[in-house]
């Protein structure tokens, strides 16, 4: 068993929206005061930001062999590797033999902080 929680797992989600916020006041500069920040990646809160990481996931791990359940889009296998994976938000929660989990924790590594 290996469990993987990536940490500020949105912000490696591209955003898919034209979304503006507020400059938050430490990136605050004289001038600013007319303007606002476009969202280049996914930000907790925002509408699509949960769509955009189940995207993001999705497409790293079908590039890794792994296929999605036709059942739940939580649930993954790799019939390769013989990886069964259940992701809830940010945490993926996989069964498999041990030189196989550490590929798929390097995959997780190169791609984000874990």
């Known amino acids: 068993m290996l469990h993987s929680d990536i940490s500020r797992a949105y912000f490696y989600a591209a955003a898919t929206t034209n979304t503006y916020v507020k400059i938050c006041d430490e990136d605050f500069e004289a001038g600013d005061e007319e ?3 476009k969202l280049g990646v996914s930000m907790y809160g925002t509408k699509t930001a949960a769509q955009n990481w189940q995207k993001c996931y999705t497409d790293l791990l079908i590039a890794h062999g ?3 359940s036709l059942v739940s889009t939580c649930l993954f296998r790799n019939p390769d590797k013989d990886i069964d994976l259940f ?3 940010d945490d993926f ?3 498999g033999m041990r030189d ?4 798929l ?3 997780f590594a190169s791609k984000f902080e874990t």
Do not use: E, S
């Not at 196989?100 to 590929?103: A, K």
């Open 105 to 107: 924790k390097g995959i």
């Open 87 to 89: 992701v809830h938000g």
């Open 66 to 68: 792994f296929r999605k």
């Open 93 to 95: 929660a996989t069964a």
């Open 100 to 103: 196989d989990l550490l590929w």
């Open 35 to 37: 303007m606002c920040g």
